[in-house]
T-cell receptor
Framework: GDSVTQMEGPVTLSEEAFLTINCTYT??????LFWYVQYPGEGLQLLLK?????DKGSNKGFEATYRKETTSFHLEKGSVQVSDSAVYFC???????????FGPGTRLSVLP | EAGVAQSPRYKIIEKRQSVAFWCNPI?????LYWYQQILGQGPKLLIQ????????DSQLPKDRFSAERLKGVDSTLKIQPAKLEDSAVYLC??????????????FGPGTRLTVL
């Protein structure tokens, strides 16, 4: 079945550091890929998405590129802020919004 | 545009009791999902509705969990009887079926259930 694997957390960085959170997936066909973010006490929010190979999703300084050859969708940000502290979930969807599968999440803590 | 609404936000019950959660999706969203998110894990899909019909309930523990969306708008998820391992956050999400964002889910704030 479909699955999403993320790097284990927690990840602790200093403000302005470079961030990478690895995500790899297993799925049949050509899934859409997503990064969702969950701030403390809140529900999940879509951060960015990519719907086909080589697409780059970007939002709020974060970006991720859909790499079909390596089945990866790594999240990056050049300079993190304290306000980026949250849990980040990688997810995939097949069949135009069906069959959503989430990874286990990676907790990021950014220290001032 | 109003977001996905859920209630209650928190619920504490004893094992073997019953509990119900309510979700009102974004207006016009035909697809509605219920997820269970255990602490430290990603959301796990319990059930997916398309209008008032069930699309996928393969991971719903049907001996104790039930869900309905009778008029194709709001939905109720019930647990009867609850077990300790049901302690989790129950998330509701909805998705538009058309438009640029047709493959995105919009999540509610969740209901945190504690079973003692």
């Amino acid at each position: 079945g479909d699955s999403v694997t993320q790097m284990e957390g927690p990840v602790t960085l200093s403000e302005e550091a470079f961030l990478t959170i690895n995500c790899t997936y297993t799925a049949t066909g050509y899934p859409s890929l997503f990064w969702y973010v969950q701030y403390p006490g809140e529900g999940l929010q879509l951060l960015l998405k990519a719907t086909k190979a080589d697409d780059k999703g970007s939002n709020k300084g974060f970006e991720a590129t859909y790499r079909k050859e390596t089945t990866s969708f790594h999240l990056e940000k050049g300079s993190v802020q304290v306000s980026d502290s949250a849990v980040y979930f990688c997810a995939l969807s097949r069949n135009y919004g069906q069959n959503f599968v989430f990874g286990p999440g990676t907790r990021l803590s950014v220290l001032p | 545009e109003a977001g996905v609404a859920q209630s209650p936000r928190y619920k504490i019950i004893e094992k073997r009791q019953s509990v119900a959660f309510w979700c009102n999706p974004i207006s016009g969203h035909a697809t509605l999902y219920w997820y269970q998110q255990i602490l430290g894990q990603g959301p796990k899909l319990l059930i997916q509705f398309q209008n008032n019909g069930v699309v996928d309930d393969s991971q719903l523990p049907k001996d104790r969990f039930s869900a309905e969306r009778l008029k194709g708008v709001d939905s109720t998820l019930k647990i009867q009887p609850a077990k300790l391992e049901d302690s989790a956050v129950y998330l509701c999400a909805s998705r538009p079926n058309t438009g640029e964002r047709h493959n995105e889910q919009f999540f509610g704030p969740g209901t945190r259930l504690t079973v003692l």
